[in-house]
Every structure is written in structure tokens, then in C-alpha cells.
């Protein structure tokens, strides 16, 4: 961060994208004016912006020209905390399992829909794991929308990091629940069409650990995730035990 004083004011001049807030993130997105551009990069109001001379402006447009490269991600690691507009510290999360069913099926669901451009999501999939510290209330994907200027100060690269974090979290655990939780349908399913219920997706296990009451789902994405997964190992070691007892079953009565 370069400071630059114009004899009645200082400024401050970022150099890199670790110095760009999350709000001056969101207000260049679209500009294509440069005084508007050096504006809001250099908090300069438009009006000193519009007095500097050409020799002035291409020499701040040399030092902002790492926005047109893209963010450095490599090497990044999250900050313990990350603090609002009110001064309100959000712990990182480490370990999003202990977190609610919910909170991941959202988290899976920003993910997918952000994967060409995951740094538009950044306070959303913050805000996964921050609303509840917030409000201190259970997560509410209602909610989100209404907190996600909280985070305007906060620098760019912190939010990266952090939902970053998540996102690695995310991948671990679903690599798990591959491992560990598929079973390939046999051949007398498959011809039932069981892959008709691949549209619905993680529906079918909201579904299942609500015992088919729709009544009980909201319950259900309130559990801790570590809950939800152990259920999901039972009742599949459950459905492979009946396999396997109607297969020694089979084998007995050709006996």
C-alpha cells in the first residue's frame, strides 16, 4: 500500500490484491471508466480524481495494474478470525462435519453453481459457517442475503482463504462419502430403474433419515453432518446385510 498525499488529504494506493476490500471488489465489477476505476480502488473521490493530471493517472494505473491479473490463490492460508463492519470477529470453522447436514448440502449446492466463477461466492459460502455466530440463531439460508454487507471490509484474499477452507473441507468429506458409502446397484435394480432417483440427490437421504415424513426434513438439515454420515454407514451396512442374507437364503433353498 502506497500513500499518496495531495496536500489536503492522503490516500491510499493498493499495489497488490491483497489490499482490495471485498466492497471495492464488488464496485469495479462492470467499470470500464478509468476515473471511476481509480476512484474507487484508491477511496479518491471522483471529483480529485477528475483534477490529476495525465502524468499523474498513468503512473497510479502502473501500480493498479495487478487487476488485471488474476487473484494469487497458491500459499493462502485462513485467518482464525475474520472481523465485520461492526467489529464482530467470525471464527474459521475447522472442521465443518460438526456442522449441520444443511449447512453442507448448501455449501455443496453454492459450490457446483459458482464453479466458473467461485470467487462471485465467496461471502455466500462464508456465510454458511459465519451466520449462525451472527445471529446467534441455527443456520437459515433465508438469512444469508441480509448479512452478506457485514463483510464489505474485509479484505478480498481473507474471504478467499477462508471459503476456500470450506471448499477443501467439502471435497474431503464427499470424497469420504464416496468411498465409504457407495454400493453399486445390482442388475435386478438397475432394470427397475433405480437411476431414476440420481435427479433427486441428497433429497433421497433427507428423505430416508426422516422416514419418508416431509413433515421432519427441516429436523433433518438441523443435524450435525458426523450424525447424519454415521446414520448413512448404518443403513447401508443395514441394506448390504440384507443383500447378503437373501443371497445365503437363495443358496440354501437350492440346496
Not at 448448501?106 to 466463477?117: D, G
Not at 437411476?195 to 438439515?221: C, E, R
Not at 450435525?224 to 437373501?246: A, C, G, I
Request: proline share 2%.
Amino acid at each position: 500500500m502506497i500513500k499518496v498525499n495531495n496536500g489536503k488529504e492522503v490516500y491510499s494506493i493498493p499495489t497488490s490484491w491483497d489490499e482490495i476490500t471485498y466492497k471495492q471488489y464488488k464496485d469495479i465489477q462492470g467499470v470500464t471508466d478509468e476515473a471511476t476505476l481509480l476512484s474507487i480502488i484508491c477511496n479518491m473521490p471522483i471529483e480529485i480524481v477528475n483534477t490529476l493530471s495525465n502524468n499523474s493517472i498513468a503512473k497510479l494505473s502502473i501500480l493498479l495494474s495487478f487487476l488485471s491479473e488474476p487473484i494469487e490463490t497458491e500459499g493462502l492460508t485462513p485467518n482464525e478470525y475474520l472481523t465485520t463492519l461492526d467489529g464482530f470477529k467470525i471464527s474459521l470453522v475447522k472442521d465443518i462435519k460438526e456442522k449441520s447436514f444443511g449447512q453442507k448440502i448448501y455449501l455443496h449446492q453454492i459450490v457446483q453453481e459458482n464453479e466458473e466463477n467461485i470467487v462471485d461466492a465467496l461471502v455466500d459460502i462464508v456465510l454458511i459457517y459465519a451466520q449462525e455466530q451472527i445471529t446467534g440463531k441455527d443456520f437459515d439460508i433465508n438469512k444469508i442475503n441480509e448479512l452478506k454487507n457485514s463483510f464489505d471490509n474485509i479484505f478480498l484474499v481473507d474471504l478467499y482463504s477462508t471459503a476456500f477452507s470450506y471448499i477443501e473441507q467439502l471435497k474431503a468429506v464427499l470424497e469420504a462419502e464416496k468411498n465409504v458409502l457407495h454400493k453399486e446397484p445390482t442388475r435386478e435394480q438397475k432394470l427397475a430403474g433405480i437411476d431414476m432417483f440420481s435427479d433427486f440427490g441428497v433429497m433421497n437421504t433427507v428423505k430416508a433419515l426422516a422416514g419418508g415424513d416431509i413433515l421432519k426434513y427441516d429436523a433433518v438439515t438441523k443435524l450435525e453432518y458426523n450424525v447424519v454420515f454415521t446414520h448413512m454407514v448404518m443403513n447401508k451396512v443395514q441394506s448390504d446385510f440384507e443383500d447378503n442374507y437373501r443371497s445365503v437364503l437363495k443358496q440354501t433353498s437350492k440346496r
